[in-house]
Nanobody, 124 residues
């Protein structure tokens, strides 16, 4: 059974940085693309970033481009999200997820495994 466990969330001031991690188990990690999504209170789930199976291709939402970096370590079965220059509007619960369909990575319906989420709060 696949399991995704996020960590690294917390409270940070605007302009600060956080690094989220997502550890995967129960599935061949390197065979899957990985994505990060977020959900703010009262809003729908929003695509943040995705990375293909090898790490050779990445995709970002316009709202985080240039500030966030997604990466992966297939030997450690872990995907990361480095978040810099954080803004109050980045406040949300952040989820990692797995998909075989990197070409549709911005669509949350293509993902078949999800973590429980980690809270990120950015104070102004």
């Amino acid at each position: 059974q696949v399991q995704l466990v996020e960590s690294g969330g917390g409270l940070v001031q605007a302009g600060g940085s956080l690094r989220l991690s997502c550890a995967a188990s129960g599935r061949s990690f390197s065979a899957y693309a990985m994505g990060w999504f977020r959900q703010a209170p009262g809003k729908g789930r929003e695509f943040v970033a995705a990375i293909n199976w090898s790490g050779g291709s990445t995709s970002y939402a316009d709202s985080v481009k240039g500030r966030f970096t997604i990466s992966r370590d297939n030997a450690a079965n872990t995907v990361y999200l480095q978040m810099n220059s954080l803004k109050p509007e980045d406040t949300a619960v952040y989820f990692c997820a797995m998909t075989r369909a990197y070409s549709s990575a911005k669509n949350d319906r293509t993902y078949d495994a999800w973590g429980q989420g980690t809270q990120v709060t950015v104070s102004s």
